[in-house]
């Protein structure tokens, strides 16, 4: 009696319509895009923040808002691709609105203000709208209205993204609403790797002592096909019974040890040699290290989360387990993947299936300390295994650390003074005129008698004096090549924001567009 195969369902139409992008930051980072609700303050050219707002609407940012009072003008028709003739003399964000909604059917976009909804301020939108996500908005702004997108951002924890274009040159600063932790920070794979060595547990110690109780006497077949990490625990355990139970820890001692590996193969195979051994050989510098705290991690396990809502966060609910973990067993927990090695399948699978079983425990025991936890009870496992596996690359972003004690205008000079000695600046002139008009009464000269009040002798580097050539010529008008550019920079940061997924920068990132150059600065 034949039997009917099963039916295949293929991916669905928004698979294979962010089939690309899916790739980058998976289902859990596509749905929180979605999910999102993006505010655009428009002002000045109004161009950079349009061609931002059209590489979050093409991925499928969930909805939007632009606030514009601007009205069209012929200026704009030659700066801005999204707005034609026929919407001179009419709201720019309504005509701003209307185009880019086009480019993605599942958006959904507002624009205001406008009489039908009764918005006529950006304090009544701020106030009536449902909380947003991330907020944008582009210089020139002036600073009563500055202030209300600062205190929104401050008691919602909204992030800030500030966009300024002019000429040749942009910039953009991310305002982050105090710590802001990333645990899926997408690390290349090789970096991943955590094999443990220097500090096998028992499952593992049996398999290698298993695999090479008789290790000279093995057929060429089995010999050649010892996984690589076998090879190696076996060998180290030699190394230690010749060096007082010590493993090898300096360079000199690798080195030593690695020769023993490659002397250890055999060469009287077809091949020459073996490619397992070659393997173990490669492998002595970047696995064979102690375990240790990293960076990221240490920074985390420092920060005081006295903020309330900061505690009610899950992320440092596991931060505390994760701590409580390292502090008793003076290792992270095990990641649990293998990477390819040469090794017979059935071989393989055992050694992939006790890493595997290690990383369970390991994640099995912060679930409970995260379980114990006030607050704990309500985690889902998944977020907790996540942190496990991404443990050593987990990044905090504080943006209001680096002031701290500090006013602007002592960071902009430390940064100044920074940048200038290794000569390695973009332009910091982009940066000093925030608030600066639209246009008229911006001179070169102005420019740098700004730029001497905050930073004194900067006036008088000679790419600070170029650049303020260069804004004071674009007397407040947008290139679009430059705003196009500095609109896809923006997003992807905004993007990294919203999914929590990749590191987005740290405060400032300033374009050149003379030198084709950017640079990021914190200031």
Same mark, same amino acid.
């Given at each position: 009696?034949?039997?009917?195969?099963?039916?295949?369902?293929?991916?669905?139409?928004? =698979?294979?319509?962010?089939?690309?992008?899916?790739?980058?930051?998976? @289902?859990?980072?596509?749905?929180?895009?979605?999910?999102?609700?993006?505010?655009?303050?428009?002002?000045?050219?109004?161009?950079?923040?349009?061609?931002?707002?059209?590489?979050?609407?093409?991925?499928?940012?969930?909805?939007?808002?632009?606030?514009? +009072?601007?009205?069209? &003008?012929?200026?704009?028709?030659?700066?801005?691709?999204?707005?034609? +003739?026929?919407?001179?003399?009419?709201?720019? !964000?309504?005509?701003?609105?209307?185009?880019?909604?086009?480019?993605?059917?599942?958006?959904?976009?507002?624009?205001?203000?406008?009489?039908?909804?009764?918005?006529?301020?950006?304090?009544?939108?701020? =106030?009536?709208?449902?909380?947003?996500?991330?907020? %944008?908005?582009?210089?020139?702004?002036?600073?009563?209205?500055?202030?209300?997108?600062?205190?929104?951002?401050?008691?919602?924890?909204?992030?800030?993204?500030?966009?300024?274009?002019?000429?040749?040159?942009?910039?953009?600063?991310?305002?982050?609403?105090?710590? #802001?932790?990333?645990?899926?920070?997408?690390?290349?794979?090789?970096?991943?790797?955590?094999?443990?060595?220097?500090?096998?547990?028992?499952?593992?110690?049996?398999? !290698?002592?298993?695999?090479?109780?008789?290790?000279?006497?093995?057929?060429?077949? +089995?010999?050649?096909?010892?996984?690589?990490?076998? %090879?190696?625990?076996?060998?180290?355990?030699?190394?230690?019974?010749?060096?007082?139970?010590?493993?090898?820890?300096?360079?000199?001692?690798?080195? =030593? #040890?690695?020769? %023993?590996?490659?002397? @250890?193969?055999?060469?009287?195979?077809? =091949?020459?040699?073996?490619? &397992? $051994?070659?393997?173990?050989? !490669?492998?002595?510098?970047?696995?064979?290290?102690?375990?240790?705290?990293?960076?990221?991690?240490?920074?985390?396990?420092?920060?005081?989360?006295?903020?309330?809502?900061?505690?009610?966060?899950?992320?440092?609910?596991?931060?505390?387990?994760?701590?409580? $973990?390292?502090?008793?067993?003076?290792?992270?927990?095990?990641?649990?993947?293998?990477?390819?090695?040469?090794?017979?399948?059935?071989?393989? %699978?055992?050694?992939?299936?006790?890493?595997?079983?290690?990383?369970?425990?390991?994640?099995?025991?912060?679930?409970?300390?995260?379980?114990?936890?006030?607050?704990?009870?309500?985690?889902?496992?998944?977020?907790?295994?996540?942190?496990?596996?991404?443990?050593?690359?987990?990044?905090?972003?504080?943006?209001?650390?680096?002031?701290?004690?500090?006013?602007?205008?002592?960071?902009?000079?430390?940064?100044?003074?920074?940048?200038?000695?290794?000569?390695?600046?973009?332009?910091?002139?982009?940066?000093?005129?925030?608030?600066?008009?639209?246009?008229?009464?911006?001179?070169?000269?102005?420019?740098?008698?700004?730029?001497?009040?905050?930073?004194?002798? !900067?006036?008088?580097?000679?790419?600070?004096?170029?650049?303020?050539?260069?804004?004071?010529?674009?007397?407040?008008?947008?290139?679009?090549?430059?705003?196009?550019?500095?609109?896809?920079?923006?997003?992807?940061?905004?993007?990294?924001?919203?999914?929590?997924?990749?590191?987005?920068?740290?405060?400032?990132?300033?374009?050149?567009?003379?030198?084709?150059?950017?640079?990021?600065?914190?200031?």
């Amino acid at each position: 009696m034949s039997q009917t195969p099963p039916i295949l369902h293929g991916p669905s139409e928004k =698979e294979r319509k962010y089939d690309r992008q899916l790739r980058l930051w998976a @289902a859990s980072g596509q749905a929180a895009l979605e999910s999102a609700n993006l505010l655009l303050v428009n002002s000045g050219a109004g161009t950079v923040g349009a061609e931002t707002l059209k590489n979050l609407v093409l991925p499928g940012i969930g909805r939007f808002a632009i606030y514009d +009072e601007a009205e069209v &003008n012929e200026a704009d028709l030659g700066v801005n691709f999204f707005l034609d +003739e026929d919407c001179l003399g009419k709201s720019r !964000a309504e005509s701003l609105t209307r185009l880019i909604e086009e480019l993605n059917p599942d958006v959904q976009g507002s624009w205001y203000p406008n009489g039908s909804e009764g918005v006529a301020t950006l304090d009544s939108l701020l =106030e009536s709208s449902p909380l947003f996500t991330v907020i %944008i908005y582009t210089h020139p702004i002036t600073e009563e209205r500055l202030a209300h997108l600062e205190a929104y951002g401050q008691q919602h924890k909204t992030p800030l993204v500030a966009i300024h274009s002019a000429g040749f040159y942009s910039y953009f600063q991310i305002n982050l609403p105090g710590a #802001f932790p990333i645990v899926d920070t997408h690390p290349d794979e090789t970096a991943t790797t955590d094999l443990r060595l220097l500090t096998p547990w028992p499952e593992l110690v049996a398999l !290698a002592n298993e695999l090479t109780k008789d290790i000279d006497n093995l057929d060429n077949f +089995e010999h050649g096909h010892l996984p690589y990490v076998v %090879i190696l625990l076996h060998y180290l355990e030699k190394w230690k019974t010749a060096h007082d139970g010590k493993y090898p820890t300096t360079y000199k001692e690798k080195t =030593e #040890f690695r020769k %023993i590996v490659q002397g @250890a193969a055999r060469t009287n195979t077809p =091949e020459g040699g073996e490619e &397992n $051994f070659d393997e173990a050989a !490669a492998a002595v510098l970047k696995t064979l290290v102690p375990p240790s705290l990293p960076s990221g991690l240490k920074e985390i396990f420092e920060y005081d989360h006295t903020d309330p809502q900061e505690q009610r966060s899950g992320f440092w609910v596991i931060a505390d387990a994760m701590k409580k $973990f390292y502090e008793k067993h003076q290792c992270l927990p095990l990641p649990g993947k293998l990477p390819d090695m040469k090794a017979q399948s059935k071989v393989y %699978i055992q050694l992939q299936t006790i890493y595997k079983a290690k990383a369970r425990q390991d994640a099995a025991e912060i679930l409970q300390m995260v379980q114990a936890a006030p607050g704990g009870e309500d985690i889902d496992p998944a977020e907790v295994d996540l942190f496990c596996k991404n443990a050593a690359f987990v990044k905090l972003i504080n943006a209001t650390g680096g002031g701290a004690g500090r006013n602007k205008t002592d960071r902009l000079k430390a940064a100044a003074d920074r940048e200038f000695a290794s000569d390695q600046t973009a332009s910091l002139t982009a940066h000093i005129f925030p608030s600066s008009p639209t246009s008229g009464g911006i001179t070169q000269s102005s420019i740098l008698a700004a730029i001497a009040a905050q930073v004194p002798g !900067a006036e008088q580097n000679e790419r600070v004096v170029q650049a303020a050539g260069e804004v004071a010529r674009a007397d407040g008008g947008e290139l679009h090549n430059v705003s196009a550019l500095t609109g896809g920079m923006v997003a992807q940061e905004v993007i990294k924001i919203v999914t929590k997924q990749y590191i987005p920068i740290d405060d400032t990132c300033v374009w050149d567009g003379i030198g084709s150059r950017c640079q990021v600065l914190r200031l």
